[in-house]
């Protein structure tokens, strides 16, 4: 008999595109205009209370941005060898940092020099070295 994977809830149910985030088109609106006109800052900046939905926008974020068959609309593919990596939690491109957990800018910087880049909630990262 094998053992299935357990997954809580809120990762089970966690929206993986900026369509199906809710109650932030202000944010995921912003995020895909960005993408889709390819004027991406160098890095972006999620505040705010506890679940409303700062982690979530920033692994779709990162997801889009590493897609490699990104839609018209700004939305990720979910298809590529990159989206499903991200989705089967095995990618080797992003890695995620809680900063209630990383709150010492030093813990955080050498985290970037060692993978390069850095996707975490409230402060999103990516390097094009």
Not at 107 to 129: E, M, N, Q, T, Y
């Amino acid at each position: 008999m094998a053992v299935e994977k357990f997954i809580v809830s809120a990762l089970k149910y966690r929206p993986q595109n900026f369509a199906t985030v809710v109650g932030q088109q202000h944010i995921t609106t912003t995020l895909k205009n960005a993408i889709k006109h390819q004027q991406l800052a160098h890095a972006f900046l999620f505040c705010g209370p506890r679940g409303v939905g700062k982690t979530t926008c920033a692994r779709i974020l990162a997801k889009t941005i590493n897609c490699e068959n990104p839609s018209k609309d700004g939305e990720a593919c979910n298809s590529c060898h990159s989206c499903k990596s991200f989705n089967e939690g095995t990618s080797m491109n992003i890695h995620e940092l809680d900063a209630a957990d990383f709150a010492d800018a030093l813990v955080i910087a050498r985290g970037v020099g060692k993978c390069g880049f850095l996707i975490c909630a409230p402060l999103s990262v990516r390097s094009l070295a």
